[in-house]
C-alpha cells in the first residue's frame, strides 16, 4: 500500500490541531506528504437577502461583500500559517491551499485530486453552534462520496502503536480488512481483529475467515470475539486502550446494512477516543 498524500481540512478549531497532530505523526511514520486545505464557506459570503434599503442612508448588503471576503481571507490565511508552522515544528513540509464553495462538496473535490487519504477532525469550529462544521452530515458525505479512505480523529492526540478493525465478514468489512493489513504490514503495528458475535460459532467461524484471509501478510494478529451490542461494544473498545486505531468498513450497499452501519459510523465518529479509519 503507498500512500503518497494526506489531506487535513482546516478550520482553526483546537480539534483540528489535533489532527494536524496526527497527520504529522502518520506523516513521518508512513513516509507520506500533508496537504492542508481551508474551505471559505460560500454561505457565508452570500448572507440573508436583504432589501435594498440605500435610500434611506442604510448601506445594502451586497457593499459589505467585500469586506466579509478580506475578513475571511485573512482568517484563512491565519489559520493556513498555524498550520505550517505547526507542522514545521513536526519536521514536516506541507502543501497548503485556500479554497472558497460548500465545505463537504470542497473536501471531497480536493479529496478526488491528489490525496489517498483524508484526515477530519471529530469536531470543527462550529460544534458548539450546529453540530459541527466538519460533525454529522459534512464527515458523513465526504464518507459516502470522496472515495478515499476518511480518518476521523478525536479531541485529544496520542500516538498510535496499535490498531484494531470491526470485522463481520460483509464485503465492506473485508475491503476495511484488506486496508488494515495493508497499514499493519507498513507501520508494523499489531493489528485485533474485533468481532461481535451473537453467538460462538458465529464469532469463531468469522475469526477463521479473518485469520485465513490475513496469514499471507505475516502481520502480528490475534482475534477478539465479543458478545452483546455492536454499538456498545464497540464504543467500550475504543474507550479502553486496548488499540489506539480502529479500522472499519462506513457503509454497504444492503439497505439494512446501510441503516445498522451508518448508525454504529456515526455514533464512533462522534464519540470514540481514538481515530476511526472509515472506508467505503
Known amino acids: ?5 494526506i489531506l487535513i481540512p482546516l478550520d482553526g478549531s483546537e480539534h483540528a490541531r489535533v489532527a494536524v497532530s496526527y497527520g504529522i505523526y502518520l506523516a513521518k511514520k508512513i513516509k507520506a506528504a500533508l496537504t492542508g486545505v481551508h474551505v471559505i464557506d460560500l454561505r457565508l459570503l452570500h448572507g440573508p437577502v436583504f432589501t435594498d434599503v440605500s435610500g434611506s442612508g442604510i448601506p445594502s448588503y451586497e457593499e459589505f ?25 513536526g ?37 458548539h453552534i450546529d453540530g459541527g462544521a466538519i460533525l454529522g452530515s459534512t464527515t458523513q458525505s465526504v464518507v459516502r462520496r ?31 480488512l484488506n486496508l488494515a493489513a495493508e497499514l499493519a504490514k507498513l ?11 451473537p453467538n ?11 485469520g485465513d484471509y490475513l496469514s499471507p501478510f505475516t502481520i502480528r494478529q490475534t482475534a477478539l470475539v465479543l458478545p452483546g451490542n455492536e454499538e456498545r461494544e464497540l464504543l467500550k473498545f475504543t474507550s479502553e486502550g486496548k488499540a489506539d486505531l480502529l ?14 452501519v451508518g448508525s454504529i459510523t456515526s455514533l464512533l ?12
Open 146 to 176: 470522496s472515495g478515499k479512505p476518511v480518518l476521523v480523529t478525536p479531541g485529544k492526540y496520542r500516538e498510535i502503536h496499535s490498531m484494531a478493525i470491526a470485522y463481520d465478514g460483509s464485503a465492506p468489512a473485508q475491503k476495511a
Open 91 to 127: 519536521g514536516i513540509h506541507p502543501r497548503t491551499k485556500m479554497i472558497t464553495g460548500i465545505i463537504d462538496d470542497a473536501i471531497i473535490g480536493e479529496g478526488q485530486g491528489r490525496c489517498d487519504w483524508i484526515l477530519l477532525a471529530q469536531r470543527g469550529e462550529h460544534f
Open 247 to 260: 479500522v472499519m468498513g462506513a457503509y454497504g450497499h444492503n439497505m439494512l446494512r446501510e441503516l445498522v
Open 65 to 89: 461583500i467585500p469586506a466579509i471576503e478580506s475578513s475571511l481571507n485573512a482568517r484563512a490565511e491565519t489559520i493556513l500559517q498555524d498550520f505550517r508552522k505547526q507542522c514545521g515544528e
Open 187 to 197: 507501520t508494523e503495528w499489531p493489528l485485533t481483529v474485533v468481532i461481535i458475535a
Open 269 to 280: 465518529i462522534r464519540k470514540s477516543a481514538i481515530p476511526v479509519l472509515l472506508t467505503r
Open 1 to 5: 500500500m503507498i500512500i503518497q498524500d
Open 200 to 210: 460462538d460459532k458465529w464469532g469463531a467461524e468469522i475469526a477463521k475467515k479473518a
